[in-house]
């Protein structure tokens, strides 16, 4: 079952801009991680219960780069909640929607999958099972992403 939009995430050039156009709408900078192995670096910006990811690409084969050289900057993915993204999993294959990647035992003890953007109206949906589960806190869902890359 879906619990909430856990993030929004969007593929951008100039990360700084990024964040300080957030700011604008009442964004407060949260962090900033690269992530080396797939050649990009991600921020996070709180804007009240919502939080948007940032995502530049820091090398020329980076996925993220040739999303946007792809498709422009924008919205990447959703980041969305779900309470066991096992069952999920099944219950949308059982429904006809493909699920081609399954990260069940992720460093960080995330459990994810990704739906493609062909059944996802045009973008990644990225359904994310916490380990602590879904009775959280607003502040401890923003606090969590800050060892978490999108």
Avoid: C
Wanted: no cysteine; hydrophobic share 35%.
């Amino acid at each position: 079952m879906i619990v909430r939009v856990d993030h929004i995430a969007f593929a951008v050039n100039d990360l700084e801009k990024a964040i300080e156009h957030a700011k604008i709408f009442g964004g407060k900078y949260l962090f900033t991680q690269k992530v080396e192995k797939d050649g990009y670096q991600v921020a996070g910006v709180a804007i009240g219960e919502m939080v948007l990811t940032f995502m530049q690409p820091v090398t020329e084969d980076s996925w993220v780069r040739k999303y946007i050289d792809k498709n422009g900057e924008g919205l990447n993915h959703l980041g969305i909640e779900v309470e066991n993204v096992e069952e999920y999993a099944k219950e949308l294959e059982s429904k006809g929607i493909k699920v081609p990647v399954k990260l069940f035992d992720g460093d960080d003890g995330r459990k994810e999958i990704l739906v493609g953007p062909k059944d996802g109206y045009g973008y990644v949906m990225q359904l994310i099972e916490w380990p602590e589960g879904s009775n959280t806190t607003p502040e401890q869902r923003i606090g969590r992403l800050t060892g978490y890359r999108t």
